[in-house]
């Protein structure tokens, strides 16, 4: 797509968007606003030369459809039922990034469709973890169920609808209540400029001597190249997501929608557990709330109080392979959701044995030591970066770069 029409027609979504968000009220609120989104989410993702794209879309508006009928029937239900409605997006996004390619060509077939492969259903993920958690929420009588347009926006909001961040639906409802004089326009417009500034420029320069760039030449390389690629990886994605994140969140304040935050400044985490906490936060919010929480408490009912650390200590394993394979197919993804639940559960017994070992001023002193936390920001920074190789790479790529060093 060229700059300029896309540039043109960003400015107009997010102007119309904004007065239909703040100049209309009730049901014409709701109908013109979803308009706007299903039209920014067809012309900016799916719009193409191919009838196939315009297909991907009329699947999205279908599943959204049928996750709102699982909404409606289910969620305030007795029973297993509510988790049919919760598992209906993610098994949407199961079908589409884990079935082989023959079976999807075949099914498709049977349809009179073609495809060139399995399609790029861009935003599933994200689509699948916002929609899920909105029905726990309505079966938890955190909320109430939403119209059909209501949910029609939630799902297609055009700024998060790519790459996240992945809002909940109350907050997201938030933005109808809000006044525009509450929208701070110039904070907003910075943000987005930031965002840009990091997408656009910092992270191309990382990118520049990261693994792709740098290592994967066919060339050799001292084995120090293969440091610099892990640290220029590591600024490359941190720049590519949260400068999009920064974006998305800037237009949506522009528009009046409240965003939440993804990232906060994770190169300063003084161990994995805390980098998690400071990064992708709103898919470590959503994994704790959903995933987390609730398998830990029946471990721990599972197997007696006396078991409790060992209990949290497995669902940590569960929670970060669950955030493995989410990002991505391929067993590398796996080995790296597998590294980050080692250095999670490494922390987890860590902790608990220094309590034990330093006693409770100890362990505080020993929290506020500059050193120590200096020390700690560096190992973090250097696992974290080591880990993202099993990330970047596909194991024929790691083959690869190890070929490739002297």
């Excluded at 297909?55 to 049919?84: D, K, N």
Aim: aromatic share 18%; net charge positive.
């Amino acid at each position: 797509m060229n700059l300029l029409p896309f540039m043109f027609g960003l400015l107009a979504y997010t102007v119309a968007s904004r007065l239909a968000l703040h100049r209309l009220r009730g049901g014409a609120r709701e109908l013109v606003f979803a308009a706007l989104n299903l039209a920014g989410v067809y012309f900016f993702l799916f719009y193409g030369s191919h009838n196939y794209y315009t297909l991907r879309f009329l699947f999205y508006v279908l599943l959204v459809g049928l996750q709102f009928l699982s909404l409606r029937l289910f969620s305030t239900r007795g029973g297993w039922l509510p988790w049919l409605a919760f598992f209906t997006p993610i098994a949407a996004l199961i079908f589409f990034r884990y079935l082989p390619a023959s079976c999807f060509q075949a099914a498709a077939a049977a349809l009179g469709l073609k495809f060139p492969g399995i399609p790029t259903m861009i935003g599933l993920s994200y689509l699948a973890f916002r929609c899920s958690r909105l029905v726990l929420e309505v079966r938890n009588g955190g909320m109430k169920q939403p119209t059909f347009w209501e949910y029609v926006n939630f799902a297609f909001f055009l700024p998060t609808m790519s790459v996240g961040p992945i809002n909940t639906f109350a907050n997201f409802r938030r933005g109808f209540e809000l006044e525009p004089e509450a929208v701070p326009v110039g904070r907003a417009l910075l943000r987005i400029l930031v965002g840009a500034v990091k997408y656009q420029c910092l992270g191309n320069l990382c990118n520049q001597l990261a693994y792709a760039g740098l290592l994967l030449d066919d060339h050799p390389h001292p084995y120090l190249d293969l440091v610099v690629g892990g640290v220029f990886f590591y600024g490359y994605l941190y720049c590519n997501f949260s400068g999009f994140c920064d974006m998305a969140i800037g237009t949506a304040a522009l528009i009046g929608i409240p965003v939440p935050e993804n990232f906060n400044n994770p190169f300063a985490a003084r161990n994995v557990k805390d980098f998690w906490n400071r990064w992708h936060i709103t898919l470590s919010t959503w994994m704790r709330d959903v995933v987390f929480s609730p398998l830990s408490k029946f471990l721990v009912r599972l197997l007696g109080p006396a078991q409790a650390n060992h209990a949290i200590a497995l669902t940590i394993v569960v929670v970060f392979l669950l955030v493995g394979i989410w990002h991505g197919v391929g067993w590398n993804y796996a080995a790296f959701g597998a590294a980050h639940a080692l250095g999670v559960v490494a922390n987890h017994y860590y902790t608990i044995w220094l309590k034990k070992r330093l006693g409770r001023e100890g362990f505080k002193a020993y929290n506020e030591n500059r050193w120590i936390h200096a020390a700690a920001v560096v190992l973090t920074f250097s696992y974290v970066a080591a880990s993202l190789f099993l990330f970047a790479n596909t194991f024929p790529e790691m083959k690869q770069i190890w070929s490739a060093l002297r």
